[in-house]
């Protein structure tokens, strides 16, 4: 059994819990090949979880996450460090190496996984950082530069071994409008210019949308609901209608369980 | 409701034993992966040679001063109770073998722990959460390889080579105290330090000593720092317990290894 070739990453039948919480039951998603996947839900939903199970740090209880052919919970660990030079990801955080300078944290896949000359790795360095803007900074450490620079320097660093999937965590958040806009824009151009297999994980409704050619919404350990962004938009699905419109109350309620409201005040009494 | 608490009570006792074992176990894959796992020696001597710089050279300091109060305190109290018995001269014996069979190895681990093992702990659990070494491992680069394994060794060749340091600067300063202030005759200082001193029995026991602490030390605080939940206090309870359990493992350990080498039995 093997993936189907349109699909570059497709998860089958995944059970994950984390102690009694089930986060996925017996969830299917797959992600078409040169394209942009988002994955959007609600916080806490397991969107990083996915993405995790993705690049096989987590391992799923029960269901294949097939990625290029290969069945990632079957594989040994050696084996899945070897498969792991397919992904580029980037962090949240950016997960810049807080020791090496922009250069060095570009450079670094380069040096531990070729043998190419320091001449040809500072090309295809200063090439990688052309890509997201930075060349100038670097002689940067980390600690110098802002969110959106870090995470800019992470796509750079992410993009080095030209990997034919890559996954993005949560890209938008805490980034101002510019930061954003310059993330939004090096996503797709990337991975149209790249052809690569892109998959957004983020809770950022516009600028998901902005980029994605196919969404995937997440929940309650299920998918709710998938098609494309204006499909998504005007779905029946009051879920999936709260979600994308941010309606404050619904079907994911705005109040946490909590005893009768009435009880509780007099209860103090 | 007495009876469910005792129940509770034994449900926690059980669920904290089991918590150990988990503990225990991870503990010991970690140590399998980080010591047999894939991954060239030659590749990680770079790393190795940076982690023996701050891990080795960089507790220098702490440990020469320490050494040096140590000796001379040894060399001061020994003196002032064989002078009453009139075996002053025995003074440079009894500093040699104190240090180089017990505080020199004991002293040095617990310092080491302190100094380095917190600092390795505090240092792998800022990587963890800052998801460098998630990103490591997307890179497609084993983290128990390229951080772990080079602290690992870095603690273990370091620690002895230390524990020498400790002794020798301490018999040193037992000599300062001793000799030029106390007035013991320093033939008398040396030359019945080398007729007692043995060395299998003394230098090569003490020297096994370090060896078995550094090994212990240095995996406590590498696997806290991996192991710890990543966040700033989870950090701060994984530093605060790796100087608490190597602390306690090495003076429990001293104990072991002492019945053994000098047990008369």
Redesign the interface.
Known sequence: MSVDDAFAVALKGVTFQRGSRKIFDNVSISFPRGKVTGVMGPSGCGKTTLLRLMAAQLKPEKGEVWVNGQNLPTLSRSDLFDMRKQFGVLFQSGALFTDLNVFENVAFPLRVHTELPDEMIRDIVLMKLQAVGLRGAIDLMPDELSGGMKRRVALARAIALDPEILLYDEPFVGQDPIAKGVLVRLIRLLNDALGITSVVVSHDLAETASISDYLYVVGDGQVLGQGSPDELMNSDNPRIRQFMQGIPDGPVPFHFDAPDYRDDLLGGR | MARQSLLDRIALLGRSGLNIVQAMGRSLIFLW?VLI??GGAGAGMHLLIKQLYSVGVLSLAIIIVSGLFIGMVLALQGYSILVDFGSEQAVGQMVALTLLRELGPVVTALLFAGRAGSALTAEIGNMKS???L??L??????PLK?IIAPRLWAGFISMPLLAAIFSVVGIWGGAMVAVDWLGVYEGSYWGNMTNSVDFYDDVLNGVIKSVVFAFVVTWVAVFQGYDCEPTSEGISRATTRTVVYASLAVLGLDFILTALMFGDF
């Open positions: 992966h796992g894939r800052t998801e460098q998630s990103s491992e997307m890179i497609g680069v084993d390229y």
